[in-house]
């Protein structure tokens, strides 16, 4: 009887109105029918500072609030189905809101020209200690560490609303850059259409560039999560995501776990304070023909992820280094953790695969706090004989991805 009475109630419940809880009315339809199988996400304590920085002779494109904060909504569920999906619950990151259900975004006016924020590193850094000087004067708008900053692509003989471009549009550290320009709609998400194919690929990278902002380094999924999974968005994810199956990786969903903007309310860690080396002892890597088993003792605390890397070592030539959560095994003891991993050769596509000349296998260590450093260690697969033990008694750590 009382079971027959609730289901009475949910049924009366008609489901547009859980599709209006998180749609304004002003949203588009398009937007209504991807967002109506939103999964409610859990309360974050920091909210990203999501911010469209304009020159002092330009404005931003028609239309951004409701544009990005359709593409925005989408990808928070998007980042919050990955961490359900990876054991973590309907986290995300958080994004500042409007009563009215759209998204809070700043728009902040730079004291130059547009064209003065290209794309550089100068650029970006030149926008940055603006955005610096507008939180000192507002602080109510700097809601967290992490920046994703929105700018209008460049109109002169290469860029323009067809070809967007020029505009500063990478992540490093806990900021990113991506743009906007007119027809950055998600009404074109998926289509096999010039605007669609526009649309993915600076929707993609708007995404992918997200991931850098919000802790995540480039990373592979293995053999086996790429055929049922699709492409890793921090792999070439940037041009499949809305097009073809794109995911997060077990490893990418463990970093995003520690990031600020993912803190569950109440969560009042200090982010990014730690900063300390991780403790790593007994280190052993072998081979037995099959896989790598690697096994190690570190602080406490930490999660720790492996990347097998191909030369060259270098920032952007990591896209495909395949990575392997290394969990926790049994409880921690006087301030050490025992972690395991065994990576099969099969996983990394076979040793025929796998490029001569010296490897890495990079360790990565995250504190709780968010805190991040890694080292490696050096791996001649051509070399290797079944039971092999690699060396790896000196360990340089890199503080960061
Ligand atoms: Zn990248």
Request: glycine share 8%.
């Amino acid at each position: 009887m009382i079971r027959g009475v609730l289901a009475a109630i949910l049924c009366s419940v008609p489901f547009s109105c859980v599709a209006a809880a998180t749609c304004p009315d002003s949203f588009s339809p398009r937007a209504k029918e991807l967002l109506a199988d939103s999964v409610e996400l859990m309360e974050s304590e920091h909210k990203l500072n999501v911010i469209y920085f304009i020159g002092n002779d330009n404005e931003p494109a028609a239309d951004y609030e409701r544009r990005l904060s359709e593409l925005l909504l989408y990808l928070q569920q998007f980042y919050g189905k990955e961490m359900a999906r990876n054991g973590y619950g309907n986290r995300s990151f958080g994004l500042p809101m409007l009563p009215n259900g759209m998204v809070d975004i700043t728009v902040v006016r730079g004291k130059e020209s547009h064209k003065k924020y290209y794309y550089s590193g100068e650029g970006a850094e030149l926008c940055l200690k603006e955005l610096e000087e507008y939180y000192a004067k507002h602080p109510e708008k700097k809601r967290s560490q992490h920046n994703f900053v929105i700018m209008r692509t460049h109109y002169d003989d290469k860029h323009n609303d067809a070809n967007p471009g020029g505009v500063p549009f990478f992540g490093y550290g806990v900021h990113c850059f991506a743009l906007d320009y007119v027809g950055f709609d998600i009404e074109h998400l998926g289509q096999d259409t010039t605007a669609g194919h526009l649309l993915t690929k600076w929707y993609g990278g708007f995404a992918h560039e997200l991931g850098h902002g919000l802790n995540l380094p480039h990373n592979n999924g293995t053999r086996t999560q790429n055929t049922e999974l699709g492409t890793p968005l921090m792999n070439s994810g940037n041009y499949t995501f809305g097009y073809k199956p794109t995911y997060l990786t077990p490893a990418s969903c463990s970093i995003l776990a520690r990031s600020e903007t993912f803190a569950l309310k109440g969560n009042k860690t200090p982010y990014y304070a730690y900063q300390q080396q991780p403790e790593v002892e007994a280190l052993h890597v072998a081979y037995d023909g099959d896989s790598i088993h690697i096994s190690l003792r570190c602080t406490e605390n930490h999660t720790v992820n492996a990347y097998v890397q191909d030369p060259p070592f270098a920032v952007n030539q990591d896209y495909d280094a395949v990575v392997f959560r290394v969990p926790e095994k049994g409880p921690a003891q006087a301030g050490k953790q025992l972690h395991v991993v065994s990576i099969p050769l099969d996983e990394l596509g076979g040793l025929k695969n796998i490029r001569h000349g010296e490897q890495r296998v990079d360790l990565r260590f995250c504190a709780p706090d968010g805190s991040r450093y890694r080292t490696y260690v050096p791996i001649q697969w051509e070399n290797l004989k079944p039971g092999d033990v690699i060396p790896c008694d000196k360990l340089e750590f890199v503080k960061g991805y």
